[in-house]
């Protein structure tokens, strides 16, 4: 299996995002590598952080801007910028230039993954690593924090735990 940063087989994510997951493409099982290319106002996901999977930005053309927790700045062509695990590496893409940009995103592929979104107080679980085609059986799904119930709300024999 091979894929190509020349010639993407790109899907489109979002309004204005297309990705083409080039790690996905090439055969990798471990790493995750997508190439996304972003038309002017696009943003392809919300500013959150993972608690399971490390990323790595590299900006390929144009300049996308990238926020984290310090606020927002702008990208330039080669750089490379780093996403931990944990609050440390929240982080949104947003193209607020005037001309298309595009950037790798190179991440490890750990499963389960927890993924929280700062701004909307949302947490997802996944059983399989972010952006990995699911299965039967695999849970995907996204929840407000505000929404947490007790341990043993709604399980039998609650009423004698401690």
Known sequence: MS???AEPAFERLAPGVRRARLGRQSGARQLGLSLYELEPGARPWPYHYHCGNEELLIVLTGTPSVRGPGGWRELRPGDVVAFPRGPDGAHA?????RGPARYLVLSEMNAP???VYPDSGKVSAMSRAPGSP???GEIAAWFRLADAVDYWEGEEGAEASP
Not at 93 to 97: D, G, L, P
């Open 3 to 5: 894929a190509s940063i």
């Open 93 to 97: 893409i947003a193209n607020r230039s």
């Open 113 to 115: 993954e927890v993924g």
């Open 134 to 136: 699911g299965g039967a």
